[in-house]
């Protein structure tokens, strides 16, 4: 409970925060009004109704992705289902150090990603089992063999009717061969607009990322936001901290009830301010046994355990299944329902051990400043400055550095 009463005062800050950010920034995006208020998806359970359908579909897409800054202008979000025979689910595929998920609602279907070159097969199958010989969409996150090397096993297997990549050529051979193999069912790649939307049966998608061009290919990642009824899912491909705030900046929903963590758990993935945003209630994490890159990190487990999200793994956990009847969600796991997905030395542990300042400090993402007395505090501290009055440091040395004074009370 502790630790859910300091996430959110830390939601609470930040988003002071990120409002004073906005505002003393005008040369950034363009103003953002959300005009129309969008439903809590993430609360489960929930059940607003309060906008409309709009989808709209960009046909002309151009060769990079243009930034479009504008925010969302009121497209589904948060509504109830049409219809009481609607199913939507999810299976993410255990494909080890690397990424794939199967999105399915009411007979149509997206493959998120295809795993490596040498998942093919077991996309393939995996397609086959599941009697998905037509896939609406085909999303190529971005040209990293570990998210397009499995893809030709799709297109082996299904129909592709639009297939989505963040660029139109890349070098390599998993994209030369992804481009060969939608030659071969006539089908050229689609470059998406952040803002477009797109329908799923019931469900629905927007394209939120990438905002802008990058030379490093994790920040071109397509991300994407599935909406179901009143239960919402984010996809984020492996963009990192400066896709991130690109997609922050630009001003778009995020909450989710699911989150797909990005980049495999890497903690330059899913930032604290970006997690802010999201709070989703369940977490998939899409990685390798023993896999030689440490992910996920722990740092970024714990992140997700301040934020009181359940994490599902398919390293410990193989594929993991996610259902969800447009107000509450459930997931199952292939194997070891009761895996611990946080790390064993986790911090709750060494509350216990005997410097209980540094288990504290431990604890702290940030630290409060106080633009008057040049004090600094734990978010936890009792004396802290007025809203106003407030400066946030990522680190202590920050504060100290920037000439602020450790507060006798909290002792940061
Ligand atoms: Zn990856
Ligand atoms: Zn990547």
């Known amino acids: 409970m502790e630790k859910k009463r300091k996430f959110r005062i830390a939601y609470l800050i930040l988003t002071i925060a990120a409002v004073l950010a906005i505002t003393s920034c005008a040369s950034s995006a ?21 906008s409309n359908d709009s989808l709209s579909q960009d046909a002309s897409a151009p060769d990079v992705a243009v930034p479009d800054t504008k925010p ?21 595929i255990d494909v080890g150090q690397a990424d794939s998920a199967l999105v399915v609602c009411d ?63 890349a070098d390599g051979k998993p994209f030369a061969s992804l481009v060969r193999y939608l030659n071969i069912q006539g089908v050229s790649l689609t470059v998406p607009h952040p803002g477009d939307v ?15 061009a990058s030379d490093e290919k994790n920040n071109t990642s397509i991300v994407l936001r599935i909406v179901y009824g009143n239960t919402s899912f984010l996809f984020t491909g492996d963009a990192e901290r400066p896709e991130e705030q690109d997609i922050l900046n630009a001003g778009y929903e995020l909450n989710a009830t699911v989150l797909k963590v990005g980049h495999h758990g890497s903690d330059t993935s899913t930032t604290y301010p970006f997690l802010r945003e999201i709070m989703p209630e369940y977490a998939v994490i ?15 487990l714990s992140r997700l355990r301040d934020a009181d999200v359940k994490v599902f793994r398919t390293d410990l956990q193989g594929t993991i299944i996610c259902t969800s009847d447009g107000n509450t969600v459930s997931l199952s796991a292939e194997r070891n329902p009761g895996a ?50 407030r400066i946030l440091f990522d680190a202590r040395e920050t504060a100290i550095a920037d000439g602020y004074v450790p507060c006798k009370n909290c002792n940061p």
């Open 286 to 300: 899409s990685a390798g046994q023993d896999n030689s890159y440490g992910h996920p990190a722990d740092n970024l």
């Open 72 to 92: 969302d202008s009121g497209d589904a979000q948060g509504t109830a289902l049409a219809s009481a025979d609607s199913e939507f689910t999810i299976y993410f």
């Open 107 to 169: 007979g149509h279907a997206m493959l998120i990603d295809g795993g490596n070159a040498e998942d093919s097969s077991l996309i393939y199958a995996f397609l086959q089992a599941h009697e998905i010989d037509h896939l609406d969409y085909l999303v190529a996150t971005h040209a990293h063999e570990d998210h397009i090397g499995g893809l030709p096993g799709a297109l082996n297997y299904a129909a592709i009717d639009t297939a989505f990549s963040p660029v139109r050529t």
């Open 340 to 389: 611990i997905p946080y790390p064993s030395d986790s911090r709750e542990g060494n509350n216990n051990g005997n410097n209980d300042n540094a288990a504290t400090l431990n604890d702290s993402s940030y630290y409060i400043g106080n633009l008057n007395s040049k004090k600094f505090h734990l978010p936890s501290c009792n004396t802290l400055p007025a809203e106003k009055n």
């Open 198 to 212: 797109y329908p799923l049966g019931e469900a629905s998608f927007k394209i939120i990322g990438p905002i802008h």
């Open 30 to 50: 363009p103003a953002e009004s959300p005009a129309v208020p969008e439903a809590p998806s993430s609360q489960a359970g929930a059940s607003n109704d309060t």
